[in-house]
């Protein structure tokens, strides 16, 4: 379908209205940011637009307000923030939008910023309206999608908006995921390791199928390898484990097969009888009925980093255990370190995505180094899979 049209640094925008789609959905408790990365990431692309003497108008969301106006969701804190971090006039837009709308905006100078209230406050937004689109790509010459976390989804601001204005691109944090994902299924360094953690096995099927065609190693951890133990008649105790994945499981060895791609799974963990207790090493055989599995054992951490070594490219989604207790964060921080050390030492190329990934990684006291960390979580999964996102394909 063609390449994806990239916003070029040379476009001479001065006094241009441009709509930046941004990611702002950052964590917010009782108005104060807990976590401002998402902010932090887009600020240089923000400050360049500055200085090239744009007119900015960023459009993100918070939360999932479902068309309401819901004051614990409002952007304010974010409006704060911006405030402080950038060297020009920034403005709050809280009206709605019709026909009078874009006189509103009229005042905007170049170098100057207004951000739109949380655009999924309006129901139109999530339904991809096209009158809404219409009215949102009305308030600019220019629309760059920066949000590639919300690009797999059919919305006003990432999907609708394209057809009704002039010129799109992406952005540059967008093209730096796209080309970090891509580093792990098309333009790949052999061998290629994946591991993939997480809860469920039926939320990331399609993923594994899709990645089984494309790397040599498939590491299953997390509560999703138990289901990998009832398959092969262990005893899982208390764990976490999904109804009916029998047949699932005997399509993934089946499909690695055929594409000669390793499946490794767990051969043992640590184990308690609560998930605020402590743990014990137990071999896979060993477990009794009153235990769960959370975490990862040391046999299986030294085979993962094994691996890990002799790769040259590492895929990371899902951790290992459950990483909230740090008695059951070991395999977790074990992972983490022996990639952050081989990309340091061995140039590894290593694409980590996933929210509880990240979570875990934000815990640890080491400073970790990767090539590419994710802030996306549903579009990097579905762009794994292999599909054409929504709010890509109109980009191209």
Not at 380 to 396: A, M, R
Request: hydrophobic content about 40%; glycine content about 8%.
């Amino acid at each position: 379908m063609g390449e994806i049209n990239f916003f070029p640094d040379d476009l001479e925008i001065k006094d241009q209205k441009i709509i930046l789609r941004l990611d702002l959905n950052v964590p917010i408790k009782d108005k104060v940011i807990k976590d401002d990365t998402r902010i932090t990431l887009c600020l240089p692309f923000i400050n360049r637009l500055i200085e090239k003497k744009a007119k900015i108008i960023i459009i993100s969301h918070l939360g999932r307000p479902k068309g309401i106006n819901v004051p614990d969701l409002s952007l304010i804190p974010i409006y704060k923030y911006l405030k402080d971090a950038l060297k020009t006039n920034v403005y709050f837009f809280r009206g709605t939008f019709d026909g009078e709308t874009k006189e509103k905006f009229s005042h905007l100078k170049g170098g100057e910023v207004i951000l739109i209230e949380n655009i999924r406050f309006f129901k139109e937004e999530t339904e991809d309206g096209q009158d809404f689109s219409k009215k949102l790509a009305e308030l600019g010459d220019i629309y760059i999608n920066d949000a590639f976390s919300c690009s797999h989804r059919e919305q006003a601001s990432v999907h609708g908006i394209t057809k009704f204005v002039k010129k799109s691109y992406a952005g540059p944090l967008l093209k730096k995921e796209i080309t970090a994902i891509n580093l792990v299924i098309k333009n790949k360094k052999e061998p290629v390791t994946c591991i993939i953690g997480g809860s469920k096995i039926s939320t990331k099927i399609n993923v594994i199928t899709n990645l089984l065609k494309k790397v040599n190693n498939m590491v299953i951890v997390g509560a999703m390898a138990n289901n990998f133990f009832v398959y092969k008649n262990l005893k899982v105790g208390k764990s976490l484990v999904e109804k009916d994945t029998k047949e699932i499981i005997k399509t993934i060895y089946s499909k690695a097969e055929q594409n000669n791609c390793k499946i490794l799974i767990p051969e043992d963990c640590i184990v308690g009888v609560s998930f605020e207790g402590k743990g014990i090493n137990k071999s896979l055989g060993d477990i009794l009925d009153d235990e769960i599995i959370l975490d990862i054992g040391e046999n299986t951490i030294k085979n993962i980093c094994e691996v890990v070594e002799r790769s040259n490219t590492v895929l990371w989604n899902g951790p290992a255990g459950y990483f909230e207790n740090e008695n059951f964060a070991k395999g977790t921080f074990s992972i983490a370190e022996n990639i952050s050390k081989n990309t340091i030492e061995k140039s590894l190329i290593s694409v980590l995505g996933g929210g509880d990934t990240l979570a875990a990684i934000n815990r640890n006291k080491n400073k970790l180094s990767f090539s590419h960390l994710s802030t996306a979580g549903g579009a990097f999964l579905e762009y794994l899979e292999g599909k054409d996102l929504p709010g890509i394909s109109v980009l191209k």
